[in-house]
């Protein structure tokens, strides 16, 4: 009974910050915020990792962040619409969206450096993702994985701290701030991930 009682309580917890700030939440993860850059926007407090949780799930539903290489595999993106029953029962569809950030066709992979990430900055139609490794050093590189931080600003390294927590390695596609963050590392020789850049 106890057990139920806490899951219920965790599920109505969910719902509670999903409905006060999920689209908050979801409007500045896609703006390239960090868990704690959200959290100073919300009118509603919300425990950084349900902030985490949210923006997580959004960015790779809009494939943001990709789990497998890019091109590897057909990637989705889907949304949900809300209808009411004649009798006002509220449920949710989930819908494919026919995705024009597809991730699949061709991809040139690059080899990191600093040029090539300058380049991206200037060429915003470029469709360019970065191999993203942190959530793999932080465990198996730690002393790397904090050089790493100690090289970033207080507000980047919260960013790379506090959003790639999971123990795997994602694709992330480059924004200015990622953008910033890539070359302040391979500046550092911090940094030798690869780049995929889309070929049209």
């Known amino acids: 009974m106890e057990k139920n009682k806490s899951v219920f309580q965790q599920v109505l917890s969910h719902f509670t910050h999903e409905f006060a700030n999920g689209d908050i939440i979801r409007k500045y993860a896609e703006k390239g915020f960090s868990i704690?850059?959200?959290?100073?926007?919300?009118?509603?407090?919300?425990?950084?990792?349900?902030?985490?949780?949210?923006?997580?799930?959004?960015l790779l539903s809009?494939?943001?962040?990709?789990?497998?290489?890019?091109g590897s595999s057909q990637s989705n993106r889907y949304k949900y619409i809300k209808e009411i029953s004649s009798y006002g029962k509220v449920s949710f569809r989930k819908v494919r969206i026919e995705d024009e950030n597809d991730t699949s066709g061709s991809w040139t992979v690059l080899k990191c450096s600093t040029?090539?990430?300058e380049s991206s900055l200037i060429d915003s139609d470029a469709?360019?993702?970065?191999?993203?490794?942190?959530?793999?050093?932080?465990f198996r590189e730690p002393e790397q994985y904090q050089n790493i931080l100690s090289v970033l600003s207080e507000r980047?390294?919260?960013?790379?701290?506090n959003f790639f927590v999971e123990r795997r390695e994602v694709y992330y596609r480059l924004n200015p701030r990622m953008t910033r963050i890539l070359i302040q590392l391979s500046k550092n020789d911090l940094y030798h991930g690869n780049l995929y850049k889309k070929t049209t």
């Open 127 to 138: 469709v360019l993702f970065a191999q993203i490794p942190f959530g793999l050093q932080r």
């Open 36 to 58: 704690r850059e959200i959290q100073e926007h919300l009118d509603f407090p919300t425990p950084s990792n349900q902030v985490h949780e949210i923006a997580w799930n959004h």
């Open 115 to 117: 040029q090539e990430l």
């Open 156 to 161: 980047d390294a919260d960013f790379i701290d």
């Open 62 to 70: 809009i494939n943001q962040i990709l789990l497998s290489e890019p």
